[in-house]
Nanobody
């Protein structure tokens, strides 16, 4: 099993910044891709950003230039630095990790409980 714990959410004004962190723990052989997804009220969950072990990143167009994803492979953590926040960024943010429990297994997705980010004046 893999457990993901997010932290760093909160309430900020438009134009403000937040840093989200996610730590993976449990029994796993390796974590391939880690990422952040978000779900606003009444909307579907959407990709925010992903990052591979080799630090290849992918961002949603709506956050490019404002958000930065990073990871620490040794600590099995992933961060999301969010700048110039907009009201449209308000959502529950979920940490994701694709992990193998053994070296022969295919990667499986694991999700955190989510952390609320509210951008409002």
């Amino acid at each position: 099993q893999v457990q993901l714990v997010e932290s760093g959410g909160g309430l900020v004004q438009p134009g403000g910044s937040l840093r989200l962190s996610c730590a993976a723990s449990g029994n796993f052989f390796s974590i391939t891709t880690m990422g952040w997804y978000r779900q606003a009220t009444g909307k579907q969950r959407e990709l925010v950003a992903t990052i591979t072990r080799g630090a290849t990143t992918n961002y949603a167009d709506s956050v490019k230039g404002r958000f930065t994803i990073s990871r620490d492979n040794a600590r099995n953590t992933v961060d999301l630095r969010m700048n110039s926040l907009k009201t449209e960024d308000t959502a529950v943010y979920y940490c994701n990790a694709d992990s193998k429990t053994t070296f022969r297994d295919h990667s499986k997705p694991y999700w955190g409980q989510g952390t609320q980010v509210t951008v409002s004046s």
